[in-house]
């Protein structure tokens, strides 16, 4: 892998770190933040790391079609599992903003289940990250000296 993939990668990690301290900090505060981070930490590495992964190979798969020619529009599954990962991961948070839109049963639900809503982004990053790399198992790697810059 290309150390700009790999770059690429860690900074869609930081940025949907940032996406969930500005969501959960701002409706919640920054107790409710630690709180937070604090009790589902295991889910939230893992989503953030499966997400980075993920979003690194596409960038690569992305990089190795480019030098090799290929029309191809490739990461369409992947980004799409991505993206339902990100929407599963945070879905629970609409229950803070639920109660101000007067719907606090669905509050509730989604507090609920939060747990099962986390653990379905978790599934569905890693459909995605196996879509990639399944792809990019058979994307031709790169011949010597053959850069791009993305």
């Known amino acids: 892998m290309n150390r700009s993939s790999i770059r690429i990668g860690v ?17 919640g505060g920054l107790e409710h933040l630690g709180d937070q981070a604090a009790t589902d930490w295991p889910w939230l590495v893992g989503i953030l790391v499966g997400f980075g992964i993920q ?5 690569e798969l992305r990089r190795r079609r480019r030098l090799h020619g290929a029309a ?5 599954a992947g980004s799409g599992a991505s993206v ?5 991961c945070c879905a629970h948070h609409v229950a803070d903003l639920v109660p ?16 099962p809503i986390m653990a379905a982004g978790l599934a569905v990053n890693g459909l995605g990250v ?16 053959q850069t791009c810059h993305a």
């Open 130 to 145: 196996a879509v990639a790399l399944r792809r990019l198992l058979h994307a031709p790697a790169p011949t010597g000296g």
């Open 72 to 76: 191809k529009t490739t990461a369409g």
């Open 11 to 27: 900074i869609a990690l930081a940025a949907l770190a940032m996406f969930y301290i500005l969501v959960v900090g701002g409706l």
């Open 55 to 59: 979003v690194a190979l596409l960038a």
């Open 100 to 115: 101000i839109l007067g719907a606090s049963g669905a509050a509730i639900f989604l507090t609920e289940f939060r747990v």
């Open 84 to 88: 339902v990962g990100m929407v599963a």
